[in-house]
């Protein structure tokens, strides 16, 4: 079984890197090729091994390298990376030295996002031990929900906003973006939060019912992470990878001191209300660490403080079931953001009324 996992590593390894080479040489239609790839190979071996062959866990792993495999042969075939590898003739030490000081910081990023995750579980089963852990990892299955939407995005803004980086126009389609992004992972977030029991009840077994009371400041903590995640490519576009490093390592020593001391304070809940407050630690450092930020948002992070406000509001309400409080602070949000509602409302029917007329 050991090298069954190894293989899988390995193989996630080899696609990862094709994934992120497609990206560098503009190749994206061949990195979204590669995952349909890999989504069709994981679940026919997964019918194959598992319901025709009955392999059990070891076909499911089998399935799961596959599903890697295939798509980084796809890749390696069609980006033909040996090509890259031979060194041209005006080869620069300097830019090799730029580039390790570029990247390193980048490593630690990783390195700091994994303390930052692992911290939560490896504290609360120290505290409270291995059953509220578990109630603490089935909470995150709602806040995945909008992880996944976000991923769609995130993966096409690092390529955009690195091409639209040093353009004249650059600080006001960032800032387009922003508010855009804000708003939509606040009604998002503002949704699920509302619906947070209901989803609980679809969702979890009827005995881990009770782990929705973290889903709340669970989802908060996504949401920080994900306005920080779009200030990152911003950032390493000027090749300020140190802050987003600086960042990530702060925002994890703030979430493993304020772990112990809210689960001393407060109990269990206290894990996720520190995991969404260094969530929003790494989102301030980050903006604070551009060069211009008034520049670049204006005013709109300041105004988006309002809208976060508010989910704070609404994820403290729905630990008390209070929907009133909640259902005021959604309309008092669409109340200040009214005219960006207005003009999302007219682009989004114009652009439907394209389609259908191309139709």
Request: proline letters at 3%.
């Amino acid at each position: 079984m050991g090298i069954i996992i190894f293989l899988y590593y390995f193989a996630y390894m080899a696609n990862q890197y094709f994934i992120q080479l497609a990206k560098g040489l503009d190749q994206v239609k061949y990195m979204a090729i590669g995952g349909v790839i890999g989504t069709i190979v994981t679940v026919a071996l997964c019918i194959i091994l598992l319901v025709k062959m009955h392999y059990g866990l070891k076909g499911y792993f089998i399935a799961c390298i596959g599903g890697q495999a295939i798509p980084a042969i796809f890749l390696y075939l069609v980006l033909k990376p040996k090509s890259l590898l031979s060194e041209p003739e005006n080869y620069d030490k300097n830019f090799e030295r730029k580039y390790l000081n570029y990247t390193i910081p980048l490593i630690l990023t990783n390195i700091g996002w994994w303390i930052n995750n692992a911290s939560d579980r490896y504290i609360i089963t120290w505290m409270k031990g291995v059953g509220v852990n578990g109630l603490l990892s089935i909470a995150y299955k709602i806040p995945n929900i909008l992880n996944v939407l976000y991923g769609l995005f995130i993966q096409a803004w690092q390529i955009s906003a690195m091409k639209e980086y040093g353009k004249d126009d650059s600080p006001t389609y960032y800032n387009a973006v922003f508010i855009w992004l804000s708003i939509t992972l606040y009604f998002l977030g503002s949704g699920l939060i509302i619906t947070t029991k209901y989803l609980s009840q679809l969702m979890f077994a009827k005995d881990f019912i009770i782990a929705w009371k973290f889903v709340p400041f669970l989802i908060l903590s996504s949401i920080f992470t994900a306005i920080a995640g779009y200030i990152s490519p911003i950032l390493t576009s000027s090749y300020d990878a140190k802050s987003v490093a600086k960042s990530t390592i702060y925002g994890g020593i703030i979430n493993i001191i304020l772990n112990i001391l809210l689960t001393l304070l407060i109990g269990s809940q206290g894990v996720t209300i520190a995991t969404a407050i260094s969530g929003f630690s790494i989102m301030l450092f980050r903006y604070l660490s551009l060069k211009k930020p008034r520049v670049i948002f204006d005013t709109s992070f300041e105004r988006s403080l309002i809208m976060w406000g508010a989910l704070v509001i609404q994820a403290t309400a729905m630990l008390y079931s209070n929907y009133y409080i909640q259902i005021i602070s959604i309309l008092v949000v669409m109340l200040l953001f009214r005219r960006n509602l207005i003009v999302g409302k007219e682009k989004l029917l114009c652009y439907l009324k394209n389609i259908f007329i191309n139709k």
